[in-house]
């Protein structure tokens, strides 16, 4: 059983007086996690994550979706300190710039032209710039179902921490839903006349798009003139190779990608029509437009870290995806029959797309609950298992999976003594996990 926390306790302190939110990524911060939970973290291996105190976990984080391989997995650890040694940055774009972009466009069928950054946010801020700038139109359609798409104004305006951001920037957002055409169509007809630049969604995030929902998307901008663009940064890679779009052939104007692009390194993409991204290049008399341009956009081991990511994806008939959606698929049934088996299935269960599954704990209303979900986090903590939604890896070998499932029949075991003794407050130690997106600590 693992309680012990003292040094993970030390830098919690010191990290949530000097970093604000405790941590560089919210989804990172103390908010997220139960207080019995390693706040540090040392070292990662194949799918084993250790923290300050020595304590190790199967970690099934991987890097907010990032690290599709495993943790300093061999093959990419490899390329990339090769390249370290022959300098990272130049004056000029180094050779493998224009060789990675030529394999990425080879990849993803809908890139004809490519542009490579840091961020997945770096991206998608692009990708909405570029379609306002060719549509010569303002407004943007989200859909509403996926909780992220960039840390810029344009869409933290349309959340709850909208603090900081100019109110008439929120104006320019609007909504559908996913899964759901008319909503679609309803808010093209309202807001046609003042001039709809994109629509902007993940092709598939919690759930699959069922009834040809994504094709009758893509037919609704076609019909309109509205640029239509996946934001891809998790789904690309992970749901396959080649993108969700390519899994649910339905072909976007504009892409974005990022993590597992690199297993976990730092790399994001904005690909689509060459039409639309030759406006920010030298090849035409248009106005231009200010793409994406960072520093490190071109880093060499970066991108020979996506470059070799994408050669392993695409071996042995898409042997690494097959094995996550697998892997995926078993942890979730056996999720689910157990908490059958223990009679809380209106309570808890595991759903989602099999790549990309996630936890779901409801009151004896029905209502979601925080209380429930942490103590369940809180429990799998101490069989070895630190989770939050589940990302399966190329790395979660068969005894990484049997641990975990062995600590989810415990843990929901736990959570069922609690219910029927109504006392699953009592059992957590410290707060409730928080959503990022609220006004107020
Ligand atoms: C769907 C989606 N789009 C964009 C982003 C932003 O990516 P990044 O954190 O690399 O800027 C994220 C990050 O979680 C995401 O989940």
New binding site residues.
């Given amino acids: 059983m693992i309680t012990n926390f003292t040094n993970s306790n030390i830098l919690r302190k010191k990290a949530s007086d000097l970093i604000p939110g405790g941590a560089h990524t919210y989804s990172k911060g103390d908010d997220q996690f139960p207080l019995l939970s390693p706040h540090s973290i040392v070292k990662g291996k194949g799918a084993r994550i250790w923290d300050v105190d020595g304590n190790e976990f199967v970690d099934w984080g991987m890097g907010?979706t990032s690290v599709l391989l495993g943790h300093a997995y061999e093959p990419i650890i490899e390329v990339i300190t090769k390249e370290l040694c022959n300098g990272v940055n130049f004056i000029r774009p180094s050779f493998i710039e224009a060789e990675v972009a030529e394999q990425f466009v080879e990849q993803i069928d809908s890139a004809e032209m490519v542009k490579f950054a840091k961020?997945?946010?770096?991206a998608?801020t692009s990708a909405i710039k570029l379609a306002r700038a060719y549509t010569g139109k303002n407004l943007i359609l989200r859909c509403a179902d996926?909780p992220?798409?960039?840390?810029d104004d344009w869409f933290i305006s349309d959340t709850e921490v909208d603090n900081g951001i100019p109110k008439t920037t929120s104006g320019h957002i609007k909504q559908f839903r996913y899964n759901d055409i008319s909503s679609l169509r309803a808010q093209i007809a309202r807001y046609k006349e003042d001039g709809i630049a994109c629509v902007i969604l993940?092709p598939a995030a919690t759930e699959e798009p069922r009834d040809g929902f994504l094709q009758a998307v893509r037919d609704e901008c076609t019909k309109h003139n509205i640029i239509l663009i996946f934001?891809e940064?998790?789904s690309g890679f992970r749901f396959h190779p080649k993108g969700a779009q390519f899994l649910y052939n339905v072909i976007p104007d504009l892409s974005?990608f990022?993590?597992s692009m690199a297993n976990g390194f730092s790399i994001?993409a904005l690909a689509g029509k060459k039409e639309l991204m030759e406006l920010g290049g030298l090849k035409h008399d248009k106005e231009r437009v200010f793409l994406l341009s960072t520093t490190y956009g071109g880093e060499t081991h970066h991108l020979r870290a996506a470059q070799k990511t994408m050669q392993i994806l695409n071996l042995n008939d898409y042997e690494v995806t097959q094995y996550i959606w697998s892997v995926g698929k078993r942890v979730k049934d056996h999720y689910n029959q157990c908490a059958k088996s223990l009679g809380i299935e209106k309570q808890t269960s595991m759903a989602g797309i099999d790549c990309r599954p996630f936890f779901l704990f409801f009151n004896e209303k029905g209502e979601p609950d925080t209380v429930l979900r942490t103590l369940f986090v809180q429990e799998m903590i101490k069989y070895g298992v630190l989770v939050q939604g589940l990302v399966p890896s190329f790395s979660h070998t068969e005894s990484d999976i049997i641990q975990t499932e062995e600590a989810i029949y415990h843990s929901l075991k736990t959570l069922t003594q609690a219910i029927e003794k109504k006392n699953v407050s009592n059992q957590l130690v410290g707060e409730a996990v928080k959503p990022v997106f609220r006004r107020y600590n």
């Fill in positions: 907010l961020n997945g946010s770096n998608t996926q992220f798409f960039s840390i993940e934001d940064v998790v974005t990022g993590k994001s």
